[in-house]
């Protein structure tokens, strides 16, 4: 069975730093047939990609917290723990913006990448998928205040043993999905870097 989709329809709802689109569609089902018209909005967010920093000599980890316009509303303190991340431009490769992101969220130069995977974040309304990678440090890690005043961040670098960081995983105190994979998955490979 192939599965397939139609496009009827495809309306741009709004255009903007991000942009929104509304379609009316139909896709195959398991069974067999045609869904029903579906309407769907899709968010398009773009591309990103996202690198924790480690210091394997040390065991530490570095995570930034900023302010999150998608946690006003649903958490008292909308400040988020998480990785190092950044929107991937036109003709950049994923690798470059890891080292950029890397540089203006948080000082760090990495001497090797090691990418975990491409993932979408939110596959339900939105097209964003993030590379992950793991940035082996080139020096140890810094705390500090980070980011481009052109772009309005204020980032806060904060470095933490990785075992630290799992306990603040454990405990819900990082509660967004890209440092808490990027985590999982340097706890489970950590003996092999």
């Known amino acids: 069975m192939a599965l397939e989709f139609k496009i009827l329809d495809e309306t741009p709802v709004y255009r903007g730093f991000f942009n929104l689109t509304r379609y009316h569609l139909r896709h195959s089902t398991f069974e067999g047939g045609w869904s029903d018209p ?10 990103c990609v996202a690198v924790l920093p480690y ?19 649903s958490k008292a303190i909308p400040w988020l723990l998480e990785t190092v991340a950044g929107a991937i431009d036109a003709g950049e490769s994923p690798e470059e913006v890891a080292h950029r992101e890397g540089l203006e969220e948080a000082g760090c130069q990495f001497q090797s990448l090691i990418r975990v995977g491409t993932f979408y974040t939110s596959p ?37 043993s990785l075992d630290e960081a799992l306990v603040l995983l ?20 950590r003996d092999q870097l």
């Not at 579906?38 to 591309?47: A, D, N, S, T, V």
């Not at 405990?171 to 999905?177: K, L, N, P």
């Not at 985590?183 to 489970?188: E, I, Y």
């Open 55 to 73: 210091d394997p000599l040390k065991g530490e980890v570095l995570l930034i917290e900023q302010f999150r316009i998608g946690a006003v509303g």
């Open 124 to 160: 339900g309304g939105t097209s964003e998928a993030v590379t992950v990678f793991i940035g082996v440090a080139l020096g140890p890690l810094q705390e500090g205040i980070f980011g481009l005043e052109e772009e309005g961040e204020d980032i806060r670098a904060i470095v933490r």
């Open 170 to 189: 454990e405990a819900g105190t990082i509660d967004s999905v890209v440092p808490a994979l990027a985590l999982q998955w340097l706890a489970l490979h």
């Open 38 to 47: 579906l309407m769907r909005e899709l968010f398009h967010r773009g591309h």
